[in-house]
């Protein structure tokens, strides 16, 4: 068995820092762009501070849609993006077009419902401070919900762990795709095995680390 694992060691290595570059960029995105498209959702909605029914409907309709779209179908579906985007529609950076996309719908749902737990209490308080949009967002929003923004990005980047694993597909690697070429077609169970500890190796230290920061900035 542990011949079989030893084998395959750079290629496992390999996989991994795929993996790394795949979700890091997703993450990157969902950063960038998903925090405030949230942030947008929220002030948005019916009663907020910001109210707008055709743009609310607009955003919540496509993000609605990408996130309800089966994944692997949406994969295929924009690779003439992808190629667009990135010059080919195969290999590790190609990977990181569709999970960008799916990272940035994913993170902005959860940031609008981190958002919505903040008392209006707080909304109003800034407000008649004088505070600026900006300020109200980052000295006050952000500071009230980052416990809550912590553990949704926590969620969201075991979520796109889990999506990198059949990137396989337009030739993004990663520990899912060494898990199938090495392990599965090549009957080798024991390397498919040791696929799966070190993706819920991953999965676990993502969850401890962000469920930890979590913790520390909680203020209840």
Do not use: H
């Amino acid at each position: 068995m542990f011949d079989s694992v030893l084998q395959y060691q750079a290629q496992m290595w390999e996989s991994i820092g795929e993996t790394f570059i795949m979700v890091g960029i997703s993450v990157g995105a969902a950063l960038l762009l998903g925090l405030p498209l949230g942030t947008l959702l929220f002030f948005c909605r019916k009663g907020q501070l910001y109210e707008n029914k055709t743009l609310s409907l607009v955003l919540n309709s496509i993000v609605n849609i990408i996130r309800s779209f089966p994944f692997l179908l949406l994969v295929v579906a924009l690779i003439p993006v992808t190629r667009f985007l990135v010059g080919t529609a195969i290999g590790t950076m190609a990977a990181t077009v569709p999970l960008s996309i799916v990272a940035i719908a994913y993170y902005s749902r959860l940031v609008e419902q981190s958002l919505l737990e903040v008392p209006k209490g707080v909304i109003e308080a800034a407000l008649s401070m004088g505070a600026s949009k900006l300020g109200l967002i980052f000295k006050f929003l952000y500071v009230e919900a980052r416990s809550g923004l912590v553990l949704g990005l926590t969620t969201s980047t075991i979520s796109f762990i889990s999506y990198s694993t059949v990137m396989g597909i337009v030739g993004g690697g990663g520990v899912g795709d060494f898990a199938i070429r090495y392990g599965y077609q090549r009957f080798e169970t024991e390397v498919m095995i040791y696929a799966i500890v070190v993706m819920i190796v991953l999965v676990q230290l993502v969850q401890f680390t962000g469920g930890t920061i979590s913790r520390l900035l909680d203020k209840r």
